[in-house]
Nanobody, 124 residues
Framework: VQLQASGGGLVQTGGFMSLSCTAS????????MGWCRQAPGKGREFVAA????????KYPAFVKGRFTISRDNAKNTVNLQMFSLEPEDTAVYYC??????????????????WGQGTLVTVSS
């Protein structure tokens, strides 16, 4: 599976940003998709995930309702809308895939494929 992320850039504190990721390859596979992030000097951190059916969605506590993940299987895309951004949200954001339809995971180690990452910078 190849993953191409788009979006990202510079936004002010309290602002909004939308990320998108398109998957290609393995058209016959159904898989969960998610986003993780990595801030400078820190490890990779789970941000959001959604199952193939869309029935299962998971967020970590720090999201606090500010982020929304969605997917469009017809377009093989997963989107992440981020509201009320804070400087602590500054990181490289990666989309990723778990090769299981309901494989929603909050552990980055469980993801099978990764996109190239897109930088989100939140200025204070």
């Amino acid at each position: 599976v190849q993953l191409q992320a788009s979006g990202g850039g510079l936004v002010q504190t309290g602002g909004f940003m939308s990320l998108s990721c398109t998957a290609s390859g393995r058209a016959d596979s159904h898989y969960a998709m998610g986003w993780c992030r990595q801030a400078p000097g820190k490890g990779r951190e789970f941000v959001a995930a959604v199952s193939w059916s869309g029935d299962t969605i998971k967020y970590p506590a720090f999201v606090k309702g500010r982020f929304t993940i969605s997917r469009d299987n017809a377009k093989n895309t997963v989107n992440l809308q981020m509201f009320s951004l804070e400087p602590e949200d500054t990181a490289v954001y990666y989309c990723a895939v778990v090769l299981l339809p309901e494989g929603v995971s909050d552990n980055p180690r469980n993801y099978d494929y990764w996109g190239q990452g897109t930088l989100v910078t939140v200025s204070s």
